[in-house]
């Protein structure tokens, strides 16, 4: 049995998070290795020149690829075979050795699944592929007025919170548009000063939304989950909670199944779609990016006693990038409702 963590004061004991051990056999046994990676790093670094041509990762999915992957391969079409959703390492080389590098070249009968087809033939036609049917089917069932909602967390390893568990995420803020059937969109948001149990932030969701409508997100599962935890960890909550959860729409489901772009390179993710869609929309000028920058921040301005950055400007920021997510899924909604109407 594992030993407890907590001493019979009921505070932590630290030696009980920790287990000590001898690895010096294993960390000898990696040595050898660690060293002629250093050697080989510095040969590279010693050479006069390098090629800059091409590299290994060519044929590797883009999953493997680093940053300098395009500029090792310049002469790489924009819309590259590794862009295809999911393609295997040995149908990226089976490609490259019929010397396919893009996209248009796939053959119509090169064997993919059909997320992928429907990728290569948006590409080959220049335009999207839609599932009019399954489009209008998902819009058809949601229920005003329409909650676009979204949380961002904060994760530690060791946690921070009586009840929590290790990289539990707690829900520090929450940004909600709901959209009424006449058209009225209104806002609100929520920003914790601290870490705590998020028993006010769903206190004052729950004075704004009501058990009413669909909650709409993006990536739902994240939600979904972050909801079951705090049914667990604020039970009176429980019947709201269960309420989001059991009227939730994934608006990314929508890009997955029924709505294909290849200009989305074979991402669903709101920050490929948004462009693509609603080009006024945009997230470059925002200080946070996503939602680990937002973690990372908020964490050392409400947990780090030397963050000396401005805390206004810090909440404004975040509050900015959050307020962008759920509106960016509102101008999503519109997007698609103008298509097939
Ligand atoms: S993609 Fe990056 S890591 Fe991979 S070979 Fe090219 S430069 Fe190296």
Redesign the pocket.
């Known amino acids: 049995m594992a030993p407890s963590l907590r001493n019979s004061h009921n505070t932590i004991n630290v030696n009980n998070l920790l287990l000590i051990a001898d690895i010096t056999e294993k960390v000898n046994d990696e040595y050898s290795g660690v060293v002629n990676k250093i050697n080989a790093a510095i040969t590279l670094i010693n050479k006069s020149g390098i090629d800059t041509s ?5 044929r ?1 999915t883009r999953n ?6 395009t ?3 310049e002469k790489l079409p924009k819309y590259s075979i590794h862009q295809i959703k999911r393609i295997s390492e040995k149908k990226v080389n089976t490609l490259i050795d019929n010397g396919t590098l893009s996209i248009m070249e796939v053959p119509m009968n090169f064997e993919l699944n059909l997320g992928q087809q429907l990728q290569v033939e948006s590409y080959q036609q220049d335009k999207p592929i839609l599932n009019d049917t399954g489009i209008v089917e998902h819009l058809d069932s949601l229920t005003f007025p329409l909650h676009f909602f979204d949380y961002e967390t904060f994760a530690s390893a060791v946690p921070k919170l009586d009840g929590t568990s290790p990289h539990a995420q707690i829900p520090f803020q929450v940004s909600i548009h709901t959209l009424k059937k006449d058209g009225t969109l209104i806002h609100f948001e929520y920003l914790a000063d601290k870490l705590e149990m998020p028993n006010q932030m769903v206190s004052e969701m729950q004075e704004f939304t009501g058990l009413n409508g669909t909650f709409v997100s993006w990536h739902a599962s994240f939600e979904i989950s972050r909801n079951r935890s705090m049914m667990g960890w604020i039970p009176e909550y429980c019947p709201y909670l269960e309420y989001i959860n059991s009227h939730m729409f994934d608006l990314e489901k929508i890009f997955i199944a029924d709505y294909m772009d290849y200009r989305f390179k074979g991402s669903s993710s709101i920050k490929k779609v948004l462009p693509v869609l609603v080009p006024k929309f945009s997230y470059a000028a925002l200080q946070v990016q996503d939602g680990t920058m937002a973690m990372d921040i908020w964490g050392r301005m409400v947990l780090d006693e030397s963050f000396n950055d401005d805390i206004d400007q810090t909440k404004n920021n975040l509050l900015e990038y959050c307020k962008l997510d759920t509106l960016a899924m509102v101008e999503i909604y519109h997007s698609l409702k103008q298509l097939i109407d």
């Open positions: 091409t590299c290994s990762c060519l590797k493997n690829h680093c940053d300098s992957f500029y090792f391969n």
